[in-house]
């Protein structure tokens, strides 16, 4: 069985700083890409960043650069999300998902939810101004 477990979230203040871990486990880690998406009410599910497990690459949207940090520790399966300067606006729902590459151009939409083969439930992270 397919299992991606999500953990870490909390309350936090502004400028704090919070890892989220995502626990994987049911299929191949090594030829699965792992994301960190999340969510708000009223919105859709939005990419936040991604990681290659084969190859290590790295991919984050606008709004997280240089704030957060995406890694993984193949050998347990486990991919971190490292969120530091935390805003109120990064409030939300976090979620990690695996998609399976399919071709060298996967990359390019590795932000759209959609393209994901697994989820997991997610994690609330919420940011007090």
């Known amino acids: 069985e397919v299992q991606l477990q999500a953990s870490g979230g909390g309350l936090v203040q502004a400028g704090g700083s919070l890892r989220l871990s995502c626990a994987a486990s049911g299929f191949t880690f090594d030829d699965y890409n792992i994301g960190w998406f999340r969510q708000v009410p009223g919105k859709e599910r939005e990419g936040v960043s991604c990681?290659?497990?084969?190859?290590?690459?790295?991919y984050y949207a606008e709004f997280v650069k240089g704030r957060f940090t995406i890694s993984s520790d193949n050998a347990k399966n486990m991919v971190y999300l490292q969120m530091n300067s935390l805003k109120p606006e990064d409030t939300a729902v976090y979620y990690c998902a695996a998609i399976r590459p399919l071709g060298r151009n996967w990359y390019l939409s590795w932000y759209t939810a959609g393209e994901y083969d697994y989820w997991g439930k997610g994690t609330l992270v919420t940011v007090s101004s």
């Open positions: 990681i290659s497990s084969s190859e290590g690459s790295t």
